[in-house]
């Protein structure tokens, strides 16, 4: 059994293809899909705290449902059923959806968090409720949920090898594509690997520094 073989030349070689898939897919999905979670997050958290008991409990079904299903299943249902669909926009549009019910969790508790006299005031000062969300409300639960959100939109990158499964060749499958053509698979791989690393880590970093620099100005 001959050792593990590493050669050099087939790193500088897969480099140029698997940044082409890091660049077209991965931070594309990436990017559009977090802004997609975001918006739709908040809008998913505001209606359930302002929505009739009935549909916000339909809405929490909802939300729970597609929490609780693997993201390669959506990802596998919407690409069957919506043929027409280029598999990006697929990919695009189930990662948004599906982080979209995690942050609107995050969203929910930093609305929680809001204190009540708060919300005693807009009362007081005869505030419309859309005034009172846009002025007083979303400002404060932002400010104390950024971090949570950003660490979601690391998750949402790390998970897009998951576009595997609908053909869409991101990074990872550039790497496994590569490996094949050359009969080797540990360069590309690891590349790849390193890439994530070198991507995710400082952002990671970053957002804990934000993390705790609003908890010591609370």
Not at 79 to 92: H, R
Not at 120 to 137: D, F, G, I, K, N
Not at 151 to 173: G, Q
Request: glycine content about 6%; proline content about 5%; charged content about 10%.
């Amino acid at each position: 059994m001959t050792g593990l073989q590493w050669d050099w030349t087939m790193v500088w070689e897969a480099l140029p293809e698997l940044l082409l898939g890091f660049v077209k897919v991965t931070l594309l999905v990436t990017i559009v899909g977090s802004a997609i979670a975001a918006v739709l997050g908040l809008v998913i958290a505001i209606a359930r705290r302002s929505a009739p008991k009935p549909i916000a409990a339909v809405l929490t079904f909802i939300v729970n449902f597609i929490r609780m299903t693997p993201i390669v299943v959506q990802l596998l249902f919407a690409y069957y059923l919506l043929l027409e669909l280029d598999p990006v926009t697929i990919g695009v549009i189930i990662f948004g959806i599906h982080y979209s019910t995690y942050m609107a969790e995050v969203y929910r508790a930093g609305i929680d968090a809001v204190p009540a006299g708060q919300w005693e005031a807009t009362t007081a000062l005869s505030m419309s409720p859309t005034r009172t969300w846009v002025a007083v409300v979303i400002p404060q639960a932002l400010r104390s949920t950024i971090p949570a959100l950003g660490n979601y939109v690391i998750s949402m990158f790390k998970d897009t090898p998951f576009l595997i499964a609908i053909t869409v060749t991101e990074m990872v499958r550039a790497a496994l594509v590569f490996g094949g053509n050359h009969f080797t698979y540990i360069e590309a791989i690891t590349t790849a690997g390193i890439i994530f690393l070198i991507a995710s880590y400082p952002t990671s970093l970053l957002i804990g520094r934000l993390e705790k620099r609003l908890a010591f100005s609370n």
